[in-house]
T-cell receptor, first 117, second 112 residues
Framework: NAGVTQTPKFQVLKTGQSMTLQCAQD?????MSWYRQDPGMGLRLIHY???????DQGEVPNGYNVSRSTTEDFPLRLLSAAPSQTSVYFC????????????????FGSGTRLTVV | GENVEQHPSTLSVQEGDSAVIKCTYS??????FPWYKQELGKRPQLIID?????GEKKDQRIAVTLNKTAKHFSLHITETQPEDSAVYFC???????????FGTGTKLQVIP
């Protein structure tokens, strides 16, 4: 059971380049999300998904796209990188809320440190 | 939307003392309140959580208390150890799993 796996761990992009951050989980979690973490800003939600084929925007979605074709994978695409997207990106997954008491705290991936120059 | 305030932003305690971090929220419909610990350069990790129908939950040296009337919840760490040094984030789930708001974090330093 690997949990949540993110790749790559580090990436340097030039302004205008595109790339995809990969996220995979093997816990059969329905819910997956992407956060960015900037100093003094805490964790801000970019996009999330409550199941395969369903995605929605979070607090800071501009410049990013996502898709959820399988339960396991939730890639994040940067369309045209900008210096303002320099950040640490975390993927997180959990069960959907279950009134019967199933735990739905997040499991985070190890993060991707992205620098846009 | 939900407004979550976390205090203090930094906290220094002597080893063996207790530490308390508090978060306040605005949405009375909020129903789930987890706490995460993030060590330097690492991922956030869930350390304890509480649901809105429970007032207190303990796990060894850590505990979380919830006051729904006052709309605040607190993380309590007793007998602090140097390995407790980290940034702690609270989070609030309201209106369903997709509406999650994080606090801005508390940097805890435990001085040996």
């Amino acid at each position: 059971n690997a949990g949540v796996t993110q790749t790559p761990k580090f990436q340097v992009l030039k302004t205008g380049q595109s790339m995809t951050l990969q996220c995979a989980q093997d816990m059969n979690h329905e819910y997956m999300s992407w956060y960015r973490q900037d100093p003094g800003m805490g964790l801000r939600l970019i996009h999330y998904s409550v199941g395969a084929g369903i995605t929605d925007q979070g607090e800071v979605p501009n410049g990013y796209n996502v898709s959820r074709s399988t339960t396991e994978d939730f890639p994040l695409r940067l369309l045209s990188a900008a210096p303002s997207q320099t950040s640490v990106y975390f993927c997180a997954s959990s069960y959907n809320f279950d009134a019967q008491g199933r735990d739905y705290g997040y499991t985070f991936g190890s993060g991707t440190r992205l620098t846009v120059v | 939307g939900e407004n979550v305030e976390q205090h203090p932003s930094t906290l220094s305690v002597q080893e063996g003392d207790s530490a308390v971090i508090k978060c306040t929220y605005s949405d009375s419909a909020s129903n789930y309140f987890p706490w995460y610990k993030q060590e330097l350069g690492k991922r956030p990790q869930l350390i304890i959580d509480i649901r809105s129908n429970v007032g207190e939950k303990k796990d060894q040296r850590i505990a979380v208390t919830l006051n729904k009337t006052a709309k605040h919840f607190s993380l309590h760490i007793t007998e602090t150890q140097p390995e407790d040094s980290a940034v702690y984030f609270c989070a609030v789930h309201s209106g369903g799993y997709q509406k999650v708001t994080f606090g801005t974090g508390t940097k805890l330093q435990v001085i040996p």
